[in-house]
């Protein structure tokens, strides 16, 4: 005999599933409210890369990658996923969504796959094998992305190399911006730290994961240059290039962005592939618009990220912070 489990159980499970979403700089800006039946998203604004995200648009995205989390980890328990989206209407403006328990349902090999791939998906940010990827994948993480109701476009070479540039000099301008320099500078963490957010020193390209030559090195406007070109070398080399956009951008396009994005690094993590994020094109309004105009058919771009076969096995794991410092178990009345 099986034991059903409770609605709190299955929503607390959904949000230990959703705190393993990848979020910007590992900023994980993120809070959950369990109510009764309810799980209640909020983006946590005391969490924003002010310089980096001052729209709060990959905020925004990073909590739509916990929520497919927590809604795929609901399906696989064997319930619909029930999601009402509250970004940019009355009342909190933090609160995006809330996911409730459906109604009982046969749990699919497509849930199983899915939820086994949100531990073992990882953020490679190194260089990728040569190895093309056939296009039924590329097909398959297209259908995932417009499920989610956004537009994926793969690239052709002509393509990448225009945007290769475009990211150099991406790199270019924020390096050479102190405020940008403070800020990246604030959410790098060193090895055997006790954070439990943040990007270790290690999985940023800066030439030594000792915490003083890295911290250097992030003084000079320079390092610009060097990061650009070595951004532009793996963009290039890449197997696969995706732009992720959307017909409208406000703070709902957002987040089903978000989802759809978590939807395509699952679906790719099945297929024996990792992706790393190029987002800093977008971080620049006359980069975005030139991005746009790149790829027409995108909409408004909101994501850029390569893909491909890794070269190595990836074994980090980001830090994440204790589900008990993001989740909020609420009565009604509180």
């Known amino acids: 005999m099986t034991n059903t489990p409770s609605i709190t159980d299955v929503l607390r ?11 910007s700089h590992n900023t994980q800006p993120w809070r959950f409210r369990l109510v009764g039946d309810a799980l209640e998203l ?9 310089v980096i995200d001052a729209e709060r648009r990959q905020q925004v995205q990073s909590c739509g990658c916990a929520l497919y989390n927590a809604r795929a980890a609901v399906r696989a328990m064997g319930f619909a996923d029930e999601v ?18 459906g109604a009982a349902r046969a749990v699919t090999a497509t849930d199983r796959e899915v939820l086994a791939a949100i531990p073992s998906r990882r953020t490679n ?22 499920h989610e109701g956004a537009t994926l476009v793969r690239l052709v070479p002509a393509m990448k190399r225009a945007l290769g540039h475009l ?31 943040g990007i270790p020193f290690v999985e ?27 951004e532009e070398d793996h963009l290039l080399g890449a197997p696969v290039v995706f732009v992720i956009g959307s017909a409208r951008d406000d703070a709902t396009a957002w987040l089903a962005c978000g989802q759809a994005l978590q939807a395509v690094l699952l679906r790719a993590t099945t297929l024996g592939l990792s992706a790393s994020f190029l987002n800093q094109v977008l971080e620049i309004p006359q980069l975005r618009a030139e991005v ?14 390569r893909v491909g076969m890794p070269a190595e096995p990836i074994h980090r794991t980001a830090p ?7 989740l909020e178990v609420a009565t009604r009345n509180s």
């Open 204 to 230: 940023k390209e800066y030439g030594s994961a000792l915490p003083f030559t890295v911290l250097r090195a992030l003084r000079s406007p320079e390092l610009g240059a060097e990061f650009g070109k070595l």
């Open 125 to 146: 940010r190194r260089a990728f094998l040569p190895r093309p990827v056939p296009a039924a994948d590329t097909d398959s993480m297209r259908a995932v992305a417009e």
């Open 13 to 23: 499970n959904a949000a230990a599933a959703a705190i393993m979403a990848p979020s």
């Open 167 to 197: 990211i150099e000099e991406a790199d270019r301008q924020q390096y050479a911006d102190p405020a940008f320099r403070a800020e990246l500078s604030s959410w790098l963490i060193s090895f055997g730290s006790r954070r439990r957010d």
């Open 84 to 101: 009402t989206v509250t970004a940019a209407e009355f009342g909190d403006p933090d609160q995006l969504a809330i996911l409730r328990v």
């Open 320 to 326: 994440r912070r204790d589900l008990d410092d993001v």
């Open 292 to 305: 746009a105009r790149l790829v027409p058919d995108i909409g408004y771009p909101q994501m850029v990220l």
């Open 42 to 50: 909020f983006a946590d604004h005391t969490r924003q890369l002010s």
